[in-house]
């Protein structure tokens, strides 16, 4: 199986507090995770690749001082947004990469979260 | 930078039509596509994953084509039933594999009337 986890699936803060929501592996090992997020009505944007050992990559638009993206083990990542305000308010995804032996070849698939819904008030 | 663009963005037909949900990306160097099911305010059910070097792949009464030159996928969706009614989302992972993250269309909201 390829199952992955996030905690937790719902969290409402005041404006200004920080917020740590987690991505495991369940069942498997992964050296790259990644981070996604998704406004009402909108598709998933990326966010950030994370990479076990080594800093989180992320992509244009997205602050690293405010996405805090730590990947310490092969089953964990976490995001932590500081200092949160009502426009950080979204669904925020993860996912882990598994590779996996296809026919005749392997490949990589991305397993997904079930997501954590973040409201700031 | 890749994009991807799915047509139509909502679709309503009565149970048990047949139908053709349409994606394509910019970039043709893709790892590999992906289909994936949404349902409101629910996380990501992954439908359908195609390999770059894939022409379709089939699960059920679900079919995805592939044609990566011309950066076009197609998913077909038979005999459709009223569960099937989600948001249909296509993305593609860029040729880094496993390094890159996906990109995502905006989805194709379907409604199945009983």
């Known amino acids: 199986g390829a199952v992955v986890s996030q905690h937790p699936s719902r969290v409402i803060c005041k404006s200004g507090t920080s917020v740590k929501i987690e991505c495991r592996s369940l069942?498997?090992?992964?050296?790259?995770m990644f981070w996604y997020r998704q406004f009402p009505k909108k598709s998933l944007m990326l966010m950030a690749t994370s990479n076990e050992g080594s800093k989180a990559t992320y992509e244009q638009g997205v602050e690293k001082d405010k996405f805090l993206i730590n990947h310490a083990s092969l089953t964990l990542s976490t995001l932590t947004v500081t200092s949160a305000h009502p426009e950080d308010s979204s669904f925020y995804i993860c996912?882990?990469?598994?590779?996996?032996?296809?026919?005749?070849?392997?490949?990589?698939?991305?397993?997904f979260g079930p997501g954590t819904r973040l409201t700031v008030l | 930078k890749q994009e991807v663009t799915q047509i139509p963005a909502a679709l309503s037909v009565p149970e048990g039509e047949n139908l053709v949900l349409n994606c394509s990306f910019t970039?043709?160097?893709?790892?590999?596509l992906q289909w994936f099911r949404q349902d409101p305010g629910k996380g990501l059910t992954s439908l359908l994953l195609?390999?770059?070097?894939?022409r379709e792949q089939t699960s059920g009464r679900l079919n995805a084509s592939l044609d990566k030159s011309s950066g076009r996928s197609t998913l077909y969706i038979a005999a459709s039933q009223p569960g099937d009614s989600a948001t249909y989302l296509c993305a593609v992972t860029g040729s880094g594999g496993g390094a890159d993250g996906l990109t995502f269309g905006k989805g194709t909201h379907l409604i199945i009337q009983p």
């Open positions: 970039d043709s160097a893709i790892y590999n």
């Open positions: 195609i390999q770059s070097s894939q």
């Open positions: 069942d498997f090992q992964a050296t790259t």
């Open positions: 996912s882990a990469s598994k590779r996996l032996a296809g026919v005749g070849v392997y490949y990589n698939e991305q397993f």
